[in-house]
């Protein structure tokens, strides 16, 4: 089954304590991206990556880092957490040679304490 | 760089009505524009898609409409089904995107159907 998977799907954590939320996809898409969700904002892309070793900012990259060692995973990383990075967070991917059709993953809900 | 307003961001219907959820974008560039839908606890899914050579698009019960002069484009849902109640991005395909799949999405619409 063609998917894209989240871990973990909740987590709670105190400011500044390291944390990283995994991604994976299985479609062998170039193209991944996370994004934010939050209360009448809308998804708003955090960065996002064209290929292996390849990544870019998105809108709000502040106080997030990403990595693509590998085409089917790309890690969020948030080296020191602050409240305001309590949301949803949503990784997404697509295919390069056809039309920007996003598969999303179901989400990891994360609030920083 | 592009914004796409979404209106309204709640709508709530009797279930056999129809809803319309509006979006305007500003990069007249812009040449694909889908709609998402995300249900509770799910990731957003992808219900329809139109691309900027097309005015009108229908699948079923749901259909988009384009106006490219007006930097304008709509979801129409018909018959609402309380299965219909979640929450709707539109989403546009900024300029020099080509096929690197960046979309902008609007802020989101909460649509309840009431049985």
């Known amino acids: 089954e063609a998917q894209v998977t989240q871990n973990p799907r909740y987590l709670i954590t105190v400011t500044g304590k390291k944390l990283t939320v995994t991604c994976s996809q299985n479609m062998n898409h170039e193209y991944m991206s996370w994004y934010r969700q939050d209360p009448g904002l809308g998804l708003r892309q955090i960065y996002y990556s064209m290929n292996v070793e390849v990544t870019d900012k998105g809108d709000v990259p502040e106080g997030y880092k990403v990595s693509r060692k590998e085409k089917r995973n790309f890690p969020l990383i948030l080296e020191s957490p602050s409240p305001n990075q309590t949301s949803l967070y949503f990784c997404?991917?697509?295919?390069?040679?056809?039309?920007?059709?996003?598969?999303f993953g179901a989400g990891t809900r994360l609030s920083v304490l | 760089g592009e914004n796409v307003e979404q209106h309204p961001s709640t709508l709530s219907v009797q279930e056999g009505d129809s809803a319309v959820i509006k979006c305007t974008y500003s990069d007249s560039a812009s040449n694909y524009f889908p709609w998402y839908k995300q249900e509770l606890g799910k990731g957003p899914q992808l219900i329809i898609d139109i691309r900027s050579n097309v005015g009108e698009k229908k699948d079923q019960r749901i259909a988009v409409t384009l106006n490219k002069t007006a930097k304008h484009f709509s979801l129409h849902i018909t018959e609402t089904q309380p299965e219909d109640s979640a929450v709707y991005f539109c989403?546009?395909?900024?300029?020099?995107?080509?096929?690197?799949?960046?979309?902008?999405f609007g802020q989101g619409t909460t649509l309840q159907v009431k049985p």
């Open positions: 989403a546009a395909s900024p300029k020099g995107s080509g096929n690197t799949g960046k979309l902008i």
């Open positions: 997404a991917s697509s295919s390069t040679g056809t039309k920007n059709i996003q598969y």
